[in-house]
């Protein structure tokens, strides 16, 4: 005889739910302070849309309307691996620049996900940094953003 407790399903749809809804409030708690007015339109009907898509989704899992759903978390880790190194782009790039956070990001990006052959991981992380400038800062004409690091040493060369 199994003597083990029944493991219970969660159903995360709930759990999804209340954070799109978190997410669309909270966007339009903030849409008003957007000075353009024209520039609230979107924001506003992504908004609007998420908490008609949350509450579908709400009463699709409530009253078990369509066929049920089955999570099977096993690739959570990964995931968890990957946003905390987004996170950490994020903030890098707030710090050293676009152009020194991106082929770190991409190169330890590959390596997490599995890919061994130094070569294109090197090409991959060279070359994508330099197409953006090429493309955003020689031919738009668009600067990315620099960090605080780059103005801070052309201060001390200076």
């Known amino acids: 005889m199994d003597n083990k407790p ?21 966007f339009l708690y903030y849409i008003p302070s ?3 007015v024209e520039s609230r339109t979107f924001p506003y ?22 066929k049920e759903e089955n999570f099977d978390l096993t690739g959570t880790r990964s ?7 987004l ?3 994020i903030v890098a790039s ?12 991409l190169y330890i990006t590959m390596w997490s996900l599995g890919q061994r ?10 070359l994508m940094p330099i197409g953006v400038y090429l493309f955003f800062d ?5 600067n990315i953003q620099e960090g605080l690091l780059i103005p801070w040493v052309l201060d001390l060369i200076r």
């Open 117 to 126: 052959n130094k070569k294109v991981m090197l090409m991959i992380s060279i």
């Open 34 to 36: 957007i000075k353009n």
């Open 79 to 85: 995931v968890i691996v990957m946003a905390i190194l």
């Open 138 to 142: 020689l031919l738009l004409s668009m």
């Open 87 to 89: 996170l950490a782009y």
């Open 6 to 26: 029944a493991k219970k399903n969660y159903n995360l749809n709930y759990a999804s739910a209340i954070l799109v809804y978190i997410w669309a409030f909270a």
């Open 94 to 105: 707030g710090i050293i620049g676009f152009y020194l956070a991106t082929p770190l990001y």
């Open 45 to 66: 009907i992504v908004s609007i849309l998420s908490i008609v898509l949350a509450t579908l989704l709400l009463l699709k899992t409530f009253f078990k309307w369509g």
